[in-house]
């Protein structure tokens, strides 16, 4: 259920039946020459949308601008929020659905530097409203096989086989594979993060020339199952004490 879709009373009844509030927080940036700028704003939302379809929690508008200051300006197409406007939005957004009666929020994050400003995000909810019950979830890091599938050809991998092919599966005529340039992933077993320009020429580090919509239906069922379970045991759980 997408919120923007519901009336104001149908909001009110959702949160009262005990409904999840979902987040799902993306990016807008570059993604090498061949997947569009919006990729990580895409698969939060069509992964959270599809496992709310399941257990009839609430989707609120994506957050379409995430944390992007390591893509800097060497590639056009990015548009960054500075970390503390991340987590003072994602606050914002978490006290209006508990203003709407919502006592779950479970952010959906498709973006590896939207981690820490939706982490302090989370910490501050929790402090400020008690009786919130917030978590935060990174689409690869919901299970061990789907770590491993987006990793598979790099650890700090970006516009890589697995972000194509979600692409290639999602919204096929938004990738230009023909453009795809493969680069190895050269920060691995380094000391310090470093900024994308420093890490690769493109933009792309990983191997999207081997990507599939077949491997990419793969992957967003498995993470669709995975948020669907989480979601469901979210709305079950109760307070330990």
Request: glycine share 8%.
């Amino acid at each position: 259920m997408r919120w923007s879709a519901l009336t104001a009373a149908e909001v009110g009844d959702a949160a009262r039946a005990g409904a999840v509030a979902v987040l799902p927080v993306g990016a807008t940036e570059q993604h090498g020459p061949h997947l569009p700028t919006g990729t990580d704003a895409w698969i939060a939302e069509r992964s959270a949308l599809a496992a709310a379809e399941r257990t009839g929690d609430v989707v609120l508008p994506a957050l379409e601008y995430g944390c992007s200051l390591g893509h800097t300006a060497t590639w056009p197409g990015t548009l960054s929020l500075s970390p503390a406007t991340l987590t003072a939005v994602v606050e914002d957004a978490g006290r209006w659905a508990h203003a709407s009666g919502f006592r779950k929020l479970v952010l959906v994050n498709a973006h590896a530097t939207n981690q820490p400003p939706c982490g302090s995000a989370l910490l501050e909810l929790r402090h400020e409203l008690p009786d919130l019950r917030v978590r935060l979830v990174t689409v690869w890091e919901l299970t061990a096989e789907i770590a491993a599938a987006y990793a598979e050809d790099a650890p700090d991998f970006h516009a890589n086989d697995a972000e194509t092919s979600l692409l290639l599966h999602l919204e096929p005529a938004s990738v230009h594979a023909e453009r795809a340039v493969d680069e190895p992933d050269r920060t691995a077993g380094l000391v310090f993060q470093y900024a994308m320009p420093q890490a690769t020429a493109s933009g792309v580090v990983g191997r999207p020339t081997t990507a599939s919509a077949g491997s990419g239906a793969e992957l967003f069922s498995a993470i669709v199952d995975a948020l669907a379970g989480l979601l469901a045991r979210a709305r079950a759980e109760r307070d330990p004490i």
